[in-house]
């Protein structure tokens, strides 16, 4: 663990000092663990009672300061501390999204109450450089039912080439359909800024597809599932004879997005996988 620089301590019943921490690596849109040892500097113990006493918790904020996420998870301690005692936990973090340059702020919170540093002690606040969450842009292309010629050479004049070995996100593609040229492009950066499944709109005749018709861009409230996703975890499942991802049906909390400017055209007569 990286020991705390020096910072100023309150006089009180209700002070912190903090020890030392330990950050795993930071991607967008992914969770971790943090270890932070602090040491209770006042005079009154600290008691966490399931939801309510004293608890740790944290803030991201952007490389100005200014909040990008406030009120983070809490962590309780599994013990009263009393003072002059030190304890160490584990934190689990949520890693914001985009990657970026950021400031993580901890602090202890009376729940219901006040943050600790509303009433003078200071947070231990932490540079922090958030990385893309994939390392390298590449993507593989499943076309359930088989690729017509059509389909072929809309994947090969992708402004990014597609990869058949060692991909970090597989697209879900059927026969008949057939993605713009920055189709690939747009899907890859989305994954980097830390969504897990990425869909986009839908160009064909069908009535039912009328939800995801080109036009717009994100939509963080899209109400249907992704069609023709790509995904970075598991496997589709089928929605209308596609391919779909039911956001949560992978990995619970892992984020999604709908961007109607990722676009595929379906042809009429395609054939269902």
Known sequence: MER????????????????????PELRAGTRGTARIRLENAGSAAWRSRSEAGVQLSYHWLDD?????????????????????????????LAVPQPPGLYR????????????????????????????????ERRLAVVVHGGADEETVAALASQEEPLVEVDSVATAHLVAGAHPASDWSRRILDAHAEGFAAVGGSL???????????????????????????????????????????????????????????????????RRRG
């Open 4 to 23: 705390a620089t020096e910072h100023p301590v309150p006089a009180g019943p209700l002070a912190v000092r903090w020890l030392a921490h330990a950050l």
């Open 64 to 92: 100005r300061g200014n909040p990008i996420v406030w009120d983070g998870p809490r962590t309780p301690f599994p013990h009263p501390v009393a003072p002059g005692e030190a304890a160490e936990l584990a934190v689990a």
């Open 104 to 135: 993580l702020a901890f602090d202890l919170v009376e729940e219901y109450r006040f943050w600790f540093a509303e009433i003078g002690s200071s947070p231990l606040e932490l540079p922090v450089q958030v990385l893309p969450r994939i390392d």
């Open 203 to 269: 160009e064909g005749r069908e009535r039912v597809l009328r939800p995801w018709a080109p036009g717009g861009g994100r939509n963080p409230g899209f109400a249907h599932p992704l069609l023709l996703p790509s995904l970075l975890l598991g496997e589709p499942s089928e929605h209308l004879g596609l391919p779909a991802y039911e956001p949560g049906s992978v990995a619970p909390g892992e984020p999604w997005l709908y961007d109607g400017r990722i676009r595929v055209r379906l042809r009429r007569d």
